[in-house]
């Protein structure tokens, strides 16, 4: 029996970039993120953040994302607009519209898609846990995650920043007053008022290197996991430096997460913890100066550049 041949693509037939029906939404996403890394788009994080979205309305449309439009993007946020809070909504209109100005060209450079307003508000149940809670996590942790559960509650960084624990020394602290709009000199000199410790520094956002101060017990332990010698660590496909053997990242996330549910039933996230940072703080700080200039020192020490944004941590 003959076999069929698939005919020959002749030189003057484009190769097309997506699949002319809707396919794998990673893929889709992957595919047009591959495009945008690198040349369009440097931060690493953002690039993961996109791609995220992007797999998201890839799945939720009978179309591929290369056939979308503005008009049926518009429409597509309209839809999502009673689904997802404000922020999940703004960074889908975000990664679409890149897509659309650098890939699909569906965009003129500068161009933007109407934002929509999300008609389901966030969440207003807290996030925090109580200190209680946090010892009955740490409980159920190996010891390089309690320590990590408890340095995090203790400070407010984020779980990737356990990867860049260092000494001032070995990692000096950036100027943050030129980058941020808080209180300026006076919020930055009322940094850790009230409490004692050993400081530290993290790499934030932006490549950030800012102060925090860990309790001196918890800086001993943190000592006593002090690595001979610095080792790459890889957390979301971004290279860290670890100078300690504590955890830090997804995998500490992860491990978090599954001691809550263990000890308490149920799990609100290792950036629970940051939640936890924020309200003690405030509560401290209060005691002793006005709302707005407490609220500006802590942002300050947990690397906000806009008090705006640690009030969310206050619900």
Do not use: W
């Not at 609100?268 to 509560?283: D, F, K, N, P, S």
């Amino acid at each position: 029996m003959a076999r069929f041949k698939r005919p020959r693509r002749g030189r003057d037939q484009p190769r097309h970039r997506f699949r002319s029906k809707p396919g794998n939404p990673k893929k889709q996403a992957a595919s047009v993120m591959r495009r945008l890394q690198g040349t369009r788009i440097r931060s690493v994080g953002t690039v993961r953040s996109y791609q995220e979205r992007l797999a998201q309305v890839a799945a939720r449309l009978d179309q591929p994302l290369e056939k979308l439009t503005p008009a049926a993007a518009v429409a597509y946020l309209e839809r999502r607009a009673a689904q997802v809070g404000q922020k999940t909504l703004d960074m889908e209109r975000q990664a679409i519209q890149a897509m659309m100005r650098h890939v699909t060209m569906q965009l003129p450079p500068g161009a933007t898609l109407r934002v929509v307003k999300a008609i389901r508000g966030p969440a207003l149940a807290s996030r925090a846990y109580s200190p209680s809670q946090v010892h009955l996590v740490a409980a159920r942790q190996a010891e390089r995650n309690a320590l990590a559960t408890e340095i995090v509650h203790a400070s407010g960084i984020r779980a990737h920043e356990l990867l860049t624990l260092g000494r001032p020394n070995e990692q000096p602290p950036d100027d943050r007053r030129a980058q941020s709009r808080l209180t300026g000199t006076v919020a930055e000199g009322m940094k850790f008022a009230g409490r004692d410790g050993v400081v530290y520094t993290v790499v934030g956002k932006g490549g950030l290197v800012r102060e925090i101060l860990l309790p001196r017990r918890l800086a001993e332990r943190l000592e006593a996991r002090r690595l001979d010698r610095p080792e790459r660590a890889v957390d979301r496909g971004v290279r860290y430096v670890a100078r300690y053997d504590v955890g830090g990242g997804n995998a500490f996330s992860a491990s978090f997460s599954r001691a809550s549910r263990a000890a308490l039933g149920e799990s609100r996230g290792a950036h629970g913890l940051r939640h936890a940072y924020a309200q003690e703080r405030m509560r401290e700080l209060v005691r002793h100066t006005e709302h707005r200039l407490a609220l500006a020192v802590v942002s300050e020490e947990m690397g906000h550049l806009r008090p705006d944004v640690t009030r969310t941590y206050l619900r």
